[in-house]
């Protein structure tokens, strides 16, 4: 079963410094895919990065990056120069092979505000 | 952006009533899912199709059924709707199962059951 803990509380930030959000996984699985998807309070689910587990370089994606630490299981999401329209709640999420569903498993989330 | 449409985007209605949710999509994906999120859990998938006529189960699919007639659209229903099924609900499509394929989402559906 693949499973992803996120239990950081709201996180804030001055605006145009660097957040890290935190994201540790458990799968038995030796291929998997790790995303971040951003939600803003309009409530729509925007993804932000992809990461590959045999990938052997951290994504990037403009300001996002991902600090992909596989022997700890982690996947945190680094925002560099935060800006106010980060503040949102970020999910971490998973999929596995391509199997029955290849579905998704979601973390809980964590708020993210970012001030000025 | 994905060309996905879900409908309504907000629904009142009470306990006992069947409801209809939409997922429209315009990119010709084979794979489509429908997931609810809950304060604390996230998102948890209901259930998914991966073609026309093809559906199966999630995680959390008692109460809910859908059906899946066209590639463009996936119906989920609710037969006889509780107020735990009270909640944003949202469809997600893919072009793949591969792991390194991003699911899209719509926007979201908000439900509220009295």
């Known amino acids: 079963a693949q499973k992803i803990t996120q239990t950081q509380p709201g996180m804030f930030v001055q605006e145009k410094e660097a957040v890290t959000l935190d994201c540790t996984y458990d799968?038995?699985?030796?291929?998997?895919?790790l995303f971040w998807y951003k939600q803003p309070s309009s409530g729509e689910m925007i993804f932000l990065i992809y990461?590959?587990?045999?990938?052997?370089q951290n994504a990037t994606e403009g300001r996002y990056s991902l600090n992909f630490q596989k022997a700890r299981k982690s996947a945190n999401l680094v925002i560099s120069a935060s800006q106010l329209g980060d503040s949102a709640m970020y999910f971490c999420?998973?999929?596995?092979?391509?199997?029955?569903?290849?579905?998704?498993?979601f973390g809980k989330g964590i708020t993210l505000s970012v001030r000025p | 952006d994905a060309g996905i449409t879900q409908s309504p985007r907000h629904k009142v209605t009470e306990t006992g009533t069947p409801v209809t949710l939409r997922c429209h999509q315009t990119?010709?994906?084979?794979?489509m899912y429908w997931y609810r999120q809950d304060p604390g859990h996230g998102l948890r998938l209901i259930h998914y199709?991966?073609?026309?006529?093809?559906?199966d189960k999630g995680e959390v699919s008692d109460g809910y059924s859908v059906s899946r007639s066209k590639t463009e659209d996936f119906l989920l229903t609710l037969e006889s709707a509780t107020s735990s099924q009270t909640s944003v609900y949202f469809c997600?499509?893919?072009?793949?199962?591969?792991?390194?394929?991003?699911?899209?989402f719509g926007d979201g559906t908000r439900l509220s059951i009295l």
């Open positions: 997600a499509i893919s072009e793949s199962r591969q792991q390194n394929q991003p699911q899209h």
């Open positions: 799968t038995s699985d030796p291929s998997y895919g």
């Open positions: 990461q590959g587990s045999y990938d052997q």
């Open positions: 999420a998973m999929r596995g092979p391509p199997g029955a569903n290849s579905k998704l498993t």
């Open positions: 990119e010709n994906h084979r794979y």
């Open positions: 199709s991966y073609g026309v006529k093809d559906t």
